[in-house]
């Protein structure tokens, strides 16, 4: 299921338990609503409360950190471009053939990450089969420098490309891991029952139902911003091409 998705139901059964809490609240014996029962559902509620507290916490802070870096990562790897294509461009006129097919490479990387138009040879998928950077690097490697001059910046433009290189799989791995469907339904599992006991004490009133539904929906939104952002490089929340896109311009020149 998308994030999206997940989201949308995450909100429905949230709120399906302040409904359930609320029709179970006419069901039950009148002394199982007595005061002393109200305390003890809020002592509960409010132990359930502070788990779901600090495990969603805990979700937000290491997806946040998650989409933090690959947002580094993609504006390092901008700026490595440019000094690659700068190594490149004092080596020489023997390098303009390498320059070139850096600078392809970077336009094919941003229409694929970032696509006009979303289509079957876009996303990070089409980003793993891509070869132009290896290619590349063989040409680099296949440089011969007539000086020691030259012979430093092959050095240089070999290690930057590794470097690129080691990024673009780096963010192929990363991709692959994902947050455990135990944790969410555990999580989910406790926000319900928590709205499960929300509705068997909330008088039954449209205020009340509306204040339950919008916070329903913001506990819902915080599980999709966590999947968004366990995903940085394909979604709705997307790590910026900024930083891709101002090093394409800077190529060449």
Request: glycine share 8%; no cysteine.
């Amino acid at each position: 299921m998308s994030p999206l998705s997940v989201g949308l139901a995450s909100a429905a059964l949230i709120f399906g338990g302040a409904v359930a809490g609320m029709a179970l609240a006419r069901r039950l014996p009148p002394d199982h609503l007595s005061e002393d029962s109200k305390d003890a559902i809020k002592a509960g509620a409010g132990m359930i409360s502070l788990m779901a507290a600090l495990v969603l916490g805990l979700l937000v802070s290491s997806a946040k950190s998650h989409f933090d870096s690959a947002d580094e990562a993609m504006t390092a790897g901008g700026a490595k471009v440019i000094l690659l294509d700068r190594a490149l461009a004092s080596y020489g006129a023997e390098s303009q053939a390498v320059r070139e097919s850096l600078r392809r490479a970077v336009a094919a990387g941003i229409e694929m990450m970032w696509p006009h138009e979303q289509g079957a040879e876009s996303g990070l998928d089409a980003f793993e089969r891509a070869d132009a950077m290896e290619r590349m690097l063989e040409a680099i490697r296949a440089l011969e420098p007539r000086s020691d001059a030259q012979r430093t910046l092959q050095a240089l433009a070999q290690q930057l490309g590794n470097e690129l290189l080691l990024s673009r799989w780096l963010q192929i791995e990363q991709a692959q891991t994902s947050l455990p469907a135990g944790l969410l339904e555990v999580l989910l599992f406790w926000l319900t029952t928590l709205y499960v006991s929300f509705g068997l004490l909330a008088p039954r009133n449209a205020t009340v139902v509306v204040v339950l539904l919008v916070g329903a929906a913001s506990l819902a939104t915080a599980v999709f911003l966590i999947l968004e952002m366990n995903d940085p490089m394909g979604g709705i929340v997307q790590v910026s091409s900024g930083p891709m896109r101002k090093a394409f311009e800077h190529l060449g020149r």
